[in-house]
């Protein structure tokens, strides 16, 4: 909650399938995750997501 907002991507749609095209490396840093409505094709680094959040929650790493 101390680190301002980053848009980490936009979902993709595969089929009945949504995928956030990130690299392991910026997801592992991250603690929670959520999903805003934004202009087509995302937002800019320096703007950051709007507000309200359609869904958010914790990121949780597990091993598989």
């Given at each position: 909650e101390g680190?301002?907002?980053r848009s980490l991507g936009v979902l993709q749609s595969k089929g009945k399938t949504?995928?956030?095209p990130v690299s392991?490396?910026?997801l592992a840093s991250a603690t929670?995750?959520?999903?805003s409505v934004?202009?087509?094709g995302g937002?800019?680094?320096?703007?950051g997501?709007?507000?309200p959040y359609l869904f958010k929650?914790?990121?949780i790493q597990k091993a598989m």
């Open positions: 680190d301002p907002a949504l995928r956030l392991e490396r910026d929670s995750l959520a999903i934004e202009n087509k937002v800019t680094q320096t703007k997501p709007r507000l929650g914790p990121v």
